[in-house]
């Protein structure tokens, strides 16, 4: 992705991971399933599904608190009622100060 510059948080906070599925004309899409997997920097994954994620307005998240400095690499992927199914791969990095 050109030109993507990721999320920087300070240790110690969390942040709204969030699931947000549109379809190609810009549509929102409601998963029947779900699943968010967060690689920390330890190399440790973390994943949440079901009822882990919190149904928002036209989208899904996860309340995250990051155990340490780092980056994370997380992946969404959903899976709609006509069996499609789509993954998304981001990331942030985490820091002991603000800049």
């Known amino acids: 992705m050109a030109g993507y ?52 307005s036209g989208y899904l998240y996860y309340l995250y608190a990051f155990p340490t400095v780092g980056w994370y690499q997380y992946e969404a992927w959903v899976k709609d009622v006509t069996g499609r199914e789509d993954a998304a791969t981001r990331g942030f990095e985490v820091v002991d100060q603000v800049y």
């Open 5 to 56: 510059n990721p999320n920087v948080y300070v240790l110690g906070g969390k942040t709204e991971v969030r699931i947000d599925v549109t379809a190609i004309d810009g549509s929102k899409i409601t998963p029947i399933e779900s699943r968010l997997s967060i690689k920390e920097p330890s190399g440790t994954i973390v994943t949440y599904s079901g009822a882990d994620l919190v149904q928002a």
